[in-house]
């Protein structure tokens, strides 16, 4: 069983951009065909529930650790950025003559901001997602201790979980009729959000023990992408505020596409599908696994909390472009230039806090995030193997 997906890694960025797409039509705007079918991007925030509960559960099932090790990982991974990132966004208020939402960023350094309406969007309004997450986190360790002994019980689960989703966007009309309020019910608030996250739990462990049919990475990626373009015509026939409008459902209906895109790209990966340099290190350029997929899907966390930073400081200064070619400029400067940062922030600061708070050591001599040569993890462990009796599989680092 392999400890690394690389193809999820690279499944990561194309997330983040549709989450980067979003914002752009939202407040920038001005592209008349890619306008449009990015106005639901924020899509990609349920890929990223549903991908944060397969690769746990892939990375955690088969060598369960301590809640509290656990939870000191997952602190040492999200939260040094997070704290960065809100204090980045707060200059930005300040700067551009915004008020400080003080109280917000106090919950949401503490992660429970999302909690509550008047506090969802924290210090830095992206980081609303890494509420739900810590709440996930908290879940995970008894989740774990639930499932993972009953096999039987792994696919029923996720056809549960994966019908909640349209069962809670179909409550709408139970809902208070204030767009906001249900708004944040349905796709704020963590609650809403676990089923998500518990499908992905339980296809991840059914997915490593084997137990799904084979699902084609390209017949899951059209599936997706058959959803987005969905969206454009039912945009233009009804109204977001309205309940049974596209807006909740974008995000609460194709959790099960996305679970399904999860299995294909790991099934492909664990079968060894992977294509590889003659020499046999590392994958090759080409694909989801291939090294520069992979490389954007690292920066993807860093980029998805400060892309809407620089969309903001340019709005308050310059305002929203001419439609045409100088939105695609603005378009491309904005998203290029804050992947840029992203990619600065991953390498300088990510990694590194990361490293520091685990106690972890950079490896010597290369990238402590890039994976081990593949034959060089196979003479390692072989000879751990030989030393110890016993294999050991090191956890997986994809969220």
Known sequence: MPSRLPSLTGLRF??????????????????PVLDPLAWYGRSGVTFFFVLSGFVLAWTYGGSPVPAGAFARRRFARIWPLHV?????????????????P???????????????QATVYGGNPASWSLGAEAWFYLLFPLLLRLLAPRRRAWLPVAAVCAALGPALWAAGPLLPADPTVRGWLLDYLPLARTP????GVAVGLAVRHGMVPRVRLGAAAAAVAGWHLLLAPWHAAVP???????????QLVPAALFA??????????AAGAVPRLPDGRGPDGRGLAGRTAVRLGEWSYAWYL??????RCWLAELGRPAP???????????????????????????????????????????????????RAVRVGRQRRRAAAGQASVEPSRLT
């Open 84 to 100: 960065l990132s809100t204090v980045l966004s707060l200059g930005a208020d300040a700067a551009i003559g915004t008020a400080l």
């Open 14 to 31: 194309w997330a983040a951009l549709l989450v980067v797409l979003y914002h752009l039509s939202r407040k920038v705007g001005g592209l």
């Open 240 to 250: 977001d505020a309205l309940w049974w409008g596209p807006y909740s459902a974008s």
């Open 102 to 116: 003080v109280a917000a960023t106090l919950w949401s350094l503490l992660l429970v901001h999302p909690w509550a």
């Open 196 to 199: 998500q996250f518990v499908l």
């Open 260 to 269: 399904a895109l999860l299995v294909a790209a790991a099934q492909r990966d």
């Open 306 to 311: 400060v892309h809407e930073i620089g969309i």
């Open 324 to 374: 045409g070619a100088a939105a695609l400029g603005v378009w491309l400067l904005l998203a290029g230039g804050s992947l840029a940062v992203a990619a600065g922030l991953y390498r300088w600061v990510e990694r590194p806090c990361e490293r520091l708070l685990r106690g972890s050591p950079r490896r010597p001599g290369g990238n402590a995030a890039a994976p081990l040569p593949a």
